[in-house]
């Protein structure tokens, strides 16, 4: 989510590297949010690089990565596939769904939600034993929902086996925004709201003309939309020390930390 400057530096520093399969989501075309992506692409050619990469992000993200590429001439030894989305889901993988709405700023900006499809449910290895599939292959199956033939012909499918179906777990990125009732929308019942608060209340007039929210508004957004937790993130460098934010979030919603790099927070499954 996003594409700051020095991406690749943070990305090896959090030994995460480029081994796996990468899909960008910008919120918007501020520089801070996406000026990271020619030193990325660059890096990852120098990498030789072969799989290919995915963008998604408002109008002017096309135009932006073709003018870069041009300017700077480098070779990109991977497809690189862009596109400009609106409003909805943008993105489906096998587990899990992307969804946007357009928020609050000074430049159409796009939150995101990434929103894990339903798990099957739990698995009761009693009743499989009593339906005479025996612990090995044919379990992992039917936890994964298909279907098993036994030696003798006898079929056995995964509601013999498996409780109700479980949720998945929900992650919302605001991007940068004002308070506004889209995020809240889109961020009901998450496990965890990601959501800028780039000044403190005092500075609540000046969040507002720059298009950005205090650490109570991300606060009261939370509370409305009834996530469980909150990471307050994109403040300003004029904060040496971040207490006072978390201080004014915690009054309204407690469940808040303030990010920092290469912050891990572990999201449990729903029960």
């Not at 692409?41 to 799989?51: D, E, H």
């Not at 506004?180 to 709201?193: G, P, Q, S, Y």
């Not at 912050?263 to 499954?269: A, F, L, N, Q, S």
Request: glycine share 8%; charged share 25%; proline share 6%.
């Amino acid at each position: 989510m996003d594409c700051g400057e020095g991406i690749q530096r943070q990305l090896f520093t959090a030994k995460i590297g480029f081994r796996h399969k990468l899909t960008i989501f910008i919120s918007h075309m501020h520089g801070d949010h996406v000026l990271g992506l020619p030193g990325l692409l660059q890096t990852m050619s120098l990498f030789n690089i072969k799989r290919p990469i995915d963008i998604y992000g408002p109008k002017g993200i096309c135009r932006f990565l073709k003018a870069v590429t041009q300017a700077l001439r480098f070779h990109l030894t991977f497809p690189l596939n862009v596109r400009e989305v609106e409003e909805g889901i943008v993105y489906e993988a096998t587990d899990y769904v992307v969804r946007s709405v357009w928020t609050d700023h000074g430049v159409p900006n796009l939150a995101y939600a990434l929103e894990e499809k339903e798990r099957p449910g739990k698995f009761y290895p009693k009743k499989a034993l009593f339906l005479g599939v025996s612990e090995g292959p044919l379990w992992s199956r039917l936890q994964h929902g298909e279907v098993v033939t036994l030696a003798n012909g006898k079929r056995v499918v995964p509601e013999q086996v498996l409780g109700p179906p479980r949720e998945g777990r929900k992650i919302v990125y605001s991007g940068d925004t004002r308070p506004c009732n889209a995020v809240i929308t889109l961020a009901r019942d998450a496990d965890l709201l990601i959501h800028e608060a780039t000044f403190d209340d005092e500075l609540a007039e000046k969040a507002y003309e720059n298009g950005h929210s205090t650490p109570s508004q991300a606060a009261l957004i939370a509370q409305k939309a009834k996530v469980k937790r909150l990471v307050l993130t994109h403040i300003s460098s004029r904060y040496s020390d971040v207490q006072i934010l978390h201080e004014q979030a915690a009054k309204i919603f407690p469940e808040v930390i303030i990010a920092t790099d290469f912050m891990e927070v572990k999201i449990p499954y729903p029960e």
